[in-house]
């Protein structure tokens, strides 16, 4: 069965209108609207029951309704009484006008670009070995990263002391327990012996300030501390500290993300160039004094510029 738009509430503002408003008076785009259908005006503009009852999805309650009409033209009366005070107060709204414009532009060319972006062929991992083999030794770490195990338990754990056994010596067996055991009432646990992690994204999950990284991880290969009903737990595996050659596997997700993005760019670019060239093939775009294609100043123009700044000295 099709719904129909809720009217009920509708026709109270009607009847309310129509009491209180001359009989019409100008739209922004000089039609005569009538005043029985005018809920509010901001200077030369004015917003219709119509204009508010089509934005309106149907099949809602009348309460539903009624809220979402009021939100819409509350929401119209805020939006046209800070432009119309903004226009008396701000100066520059030429500026502002084409920043929104250029914006807007922006997120209609990213759009764009986004839905081609399928056409972009995946980062191979042979690349990325490659890269890897050319480069590696110039990617240094900023920060030391780690292996390790971290956990982080209630202070009311009945097995917390064989927690904090298994975790000094996280064997095979031991870390088959925690897990087992340990996570009953763990509320956070990570393993991550075979992957790097940067020591940040570990210490921040820990309520303690570490005040010198490496000077910590150099001197140390477990910790614990409690806060809050908590105790939290890390053993290190591993770690390299700052201004270490970062290890491939920790590199690699770099060398990757740096490359797709590489990529993505290349790909913008010609897929803009095979546009601008479409386009004047078509007609649509019409070259001048610059050439699109080449993004520069046509030679004949660069030449009599150049010829004429000779002159000149």
């Keep these: 069965m099709k719904m129909r738009k809720p009217i009920l509430f509708i026709s109270v503002f009607m009847a309310s209108a129509s009491l209180q408003m001359p009989l019409a008076c100008s739209s922004p785009a000089g039609e005569e609207v009538s005043a029985e259908k005018i809920l509010v005006e901001v200077g030369d503009s004015a917003l219709t029951v119509r204009e508010v009852v089509s934005r309106i999805p149907s099949g809602l309650s009348e309460q539903d309704s009624l809220d979402l009409f009021n939100s819409i033209v509350e929401r119209w009366v805020r939006t046209m009484m800070l432009s119309d005070l903004a226009s008396d107060n701000i100066a520059d ?7 929104a414009e250029d914006y ?3 997120l209609i060319i990213e759009r764009y670009l986004r839905s081609k972006q399928g056409e972009i062929p995946a980062v191979s991992e042979q690349s990325v070995k490659m890269y ?4 590696g030794s110039e990617m240094k770490l900023s920060a030391p990263i780690i292996k390790g195990i971290y956990i982080k338990v209630a202070d009311s754990e009945e097995r917390l002391g064989d927690i904090r056994k298994w975790m000094s010596s996280p064997t095979s067996s031991a870390i088959d ?6 996570l009953r009432q763990a509320s956070q646990y990570e393993y991550f012996k075979d992957e790097w992690l940067d020591w940040a994204d570990v210490a921040e999950q820990i309520p303690y300030r570490f005040y010198d990284a490496d000077a910590f991880l150099g001197s140390a290969r477990d910790f614990e501390t409690s806060y809050g009903g908590s105790t939290y737990i ?3 595996f591993d770690y390299l500290p700052t201004g270490s050659v970062m290890p491939y596997e920790y590199a690699s997700r770099r060398i990757a993300d740096m490359m797709e993005r590489e990529k993505k760019a290349d790909y913008r670019i010609r897929l ?8 004047i093939e078509e007609g649509r775009l ?9 993004r520069k100043m046509r030679q004949e123009v660069a030449s009599d510029n150049e010829n004429k700044n000779k002159k000149r000295t």
């Excluded at 803009?272 to 386009?279: A, N, Q, V």
């Design 286 to 294: 019409k070259p001048g004094l610059y050439d699109p294609v080449k």
């Design 177 to 182: 327990n925690i897990e087992k055991y340990g």
């Design 234 to 236: 890390l053993h290190v």
């Design 132 to 135: 890897y083999a050319e480069h």
């Design 93 to 99: 709204l030429e500026k502002i006008d084409r920043m």
């Design 104 to 106: 807007r532009n922006n």
């Design 272 to 279: 803009l160039t095979s546009l601008y060239s479409k386009s």
